[in-house]
């Protein structure tokens, strides 16, 4: 299975994006599916997570604006972003994990600016 994440683009303060992560195959296996961003220089952080009986877990800095949202139907995984600040800015990365198999998949990345 690959993943696609696109969605990306500028945004100003406040605004929203929404990303998607589109498998080319079946998502029902996945244990878990996440987002992660990485900022420039730093380290690839957790953004926010679901698990396949459908629980959440959310960075706190993004607690609050930030959901998560999975479609079966569709292969797909979402991240709808709202109040986006400057520190929102990065590439985000999707990510997949089937801990049967102990298989992690990673999207290429779709990059967010949020301007001041």
């Known amino acids: 299975v690959q993943l696609q994440a696109s969605g990306g683009g500028l945004v100003q303060a406040g605004g929203s994006l929404r990303l998607s992560c589109a498998a080319s195959?079946?998502?029902?296996?996945?244990?878990?599916m996440g987002w992660y961003r990485q900022a420039p220089g730093k380290q690839r952080e957790l953004v926010a997570r679901?698990?396949?009986?459908?629980?959440?877990n959310y960075a706190d800095s993004v607690k609050g604006r930030f959901t998560i949202s999975k479609d079966n139907a569709k292969n797909t995984v979402y991240l709808q972003m709202n109040s986006l600040k400057p520190e929102d800015t990065g590439v985000y990365y999707c990510?997949?994990?089937?801990?049967?198999?102990?298989?992690?998949?990673w999207g290429q990345g779709t990059q967010v600016t949020v301007s001041s």
């Open positions: 990510n997949a994990v089937d801990l049967h198999y102990g298989r992690v998949v």
């Open positions: 195959g079946s998502i029902s296996s996945f244990n878990v």
């Open positions: 679901t698990t396949a009986g459908g629980s959440t």
